[in-house]
């Protein structure tokens, strides 16, 4: 089974077409980078996987359940309340810029949604958050406040705190571009941790080398299409589209 299918899903912002009849499955396990140009839809099509948008058409499902579906011109139905509450709970989203509390500890914003949601107790909602923040080398900052860490520390608990829920898929957008070039590396690190922890993951990214190394499968968008699809070395060394070969010619 899938842990996630994309059946056709298109988006408009207006009269702007921004996702064109968009189609692709995560399998469990898997490592799904999304790269392509700025403005080719790949974080508007993160964002309407993890429900922030609303589709215009097509169809999102996750664990083979149907989690919400539009047809053209047609308002989007939802899973009923408590099977789409718990089609959430499914995957964690880590944002580009972080988006902690700025006036809750470190601890308390790792712990807060699994306490108000997972109804954990605190005392297992911080025994599994101080598990996840030594894995990620922040142990000793569970204490700080957001304003007292660097970049690289903040998404390192970004990821922590999604994490913390037990997601079954971990969505990435451009989790390095609000970094310093030297802070980069540390949350790419963590990511390739995840990786070989199996975590399942879709990761939109432009940094090209990692996506290669990291990924099972790409898929290079360009215009609101998927343009080309298929493991690293068939994207990176024989890339069998014009649009993909002049995309992939700027990072050589």
Do not use: W
Not at 223 to 231: F, N
Request: aromatic content about 8%.
């Amino acid at each position: 089974m899938n842990y996630l299918e994309v059946e056709h899903l298109q988006k408009h912002f207006g009269e702007v077409q921004v996702l064109k009849d968009i189609s692709f499955s995560v399998k469990p396990g898997e490592v799904l980078s999304i790269i392509g140009p700025s403005g080719s839809g790949k974080s508007t099509l993160l964002r309407c996987c993890t429900f922030l948008e609303t589709l215009s058409s097509g169809k999102i499902s996750y664990m083979g359940q149907e989690a919400v579906q539009a047809k053209d011109g047609k308002r989007p139905v939802y899973a009923p309340k408590a099977e789409f509450r718990k089609i959430q709970h499914y995957f964690g989203l880590v944002f580009q810029n972080f988006n902690l509390f700025p006036h809750y500890s470190v601890l308390r914003n790792i712990t807060e949604a699994p306490r108000l949601i997972l109804k954990k107790s605190r005392t297992e909602a911080e025994k599994t958050a101080m598990e996840l923040l030594k894995k990620v080398g922040l142990a000793d900052k569970a204490k700080a406040y957001p304003c007292e860490l660097s970049g690289g520390q903040q998404q390192r608990v970004a990821i922590v705190r999604a994490l913390a829920m037990s997601p079954s898929i971990l969505f990435f957008d451009e989790p390095t571009s609000a970094l310093d070039p030297e802070l980069t590396g540390e949350i790419l690190e963590v990511i390739r941790l995840l990786a070989e922890d199996h975590m399942t993951m879709v990761i939109v990214t432009h940094e090209m080398s990692f996506a290669r190394a990291i990924s099972n499968r790409i898929i290079f968008m360009a215009d609101g299409y998927i343009v080309e699809e298929g493991t690293p070395e068939q994207i990176f060394e024989r890339p069998a589209q014009e649009r993909t070969r002049q995309f992939l010619a700027h990072y050589q």
